[in-house]
């Protein structure tokens, strides 16, 4: 007798503890990036990952109305964007959505509240909104964000670059792709302009490897 209530008695706990974690999922935000793959070439030699320097154009909106926040194809000149992959320079859940893409993919990217603008939101985009952004890779390379790049480009190893270390890192980078040398000058300058704190002309290694949340 008290075995069969005792038994009894661990079903209903049991019962109640998986009600509770029912309930309590369905209270948790979702805090999950979706992605939906638009187009994907069917030779890939490399994906993106966290160091890589990407350029893409990327759209977002509003997930509630469809509303247009963001064009990369009007901002800027309308140049495709750089930046480093995984590092903060564009939003989290962008920067998750964007992980393992190929040159020449295409991706629709839903991004939560928490891991886009948050609770303030920023302007245009409202407190707590869901965005989605679609997104297409232009370029994919090994970014000058590693600190093993940091050493390649450190030809006399005082742990500082110069810009000419840098553009010269740059150079050989790119030597077998189709860059200009206004491409690769932007791409100079916008290192400089993210990571040369003090705005003495070097990138020391204490400045290089400190990543800063550069939204959009």
Request: glycine share 6%.
């Amino acid at each position: 007798m008290w075995r069969l209530l005792s038994c009894t008695l661990c079903l209903f706990v049991s019962s109640q503890i998986s009600l509770w974690s029912v309930w309590a999922a369905a209270d948790e935000p979702q805090e999950e990036v979706k992605i939906e793959v638009l187009y994907k070439p069917e030779q890939c030699t490399q994906k993106s990952k966290r160091g890589d320097l990407m350029n893409a154009h990327y759209d977002g909106y509003l997930a509630k109305d469809g509303t247009q926040f963001y064009c990369s194809r009007s901002d800027k000149d309308g140049h495709p964007q750089w930046f480093v992959q995984g590092v903060g320079q564009i939003i989290k859940g962008l920067d998750m959505g964007m992980e393992g893409m190929c040159v020449g993919e295409k991706r629709k990217i839903t991004v939560p509240p928490a891991l886009a603008f948050g609770e303030k939101g920023k302007h245009p985009v409202p407190p707590n909104a869901t965005v989605i952004f679609e997104v297409e890779v232009y370029s994919v390379t090994r970014g000058p964000r590693s600190m093993e790049a940091f050493g390649e480009m450190d030809l006399d190893k005082d742990k500082s670059l110069t810009k000419d270390e840098v553009r010269e890192y740059l150079k050989h980078q790119y030597k077998e792709k189709e860059k200009s040398k206004d491409d690769l000058e932007k791409i100079m300058t916008d290192i400089f302009y993210k990571n040369d704190k003090d705005k003495d002309g070097l990138i020391s290694a204490k400045e290089y490897n400190v990543y800063q949340h550069d939204e959009l």
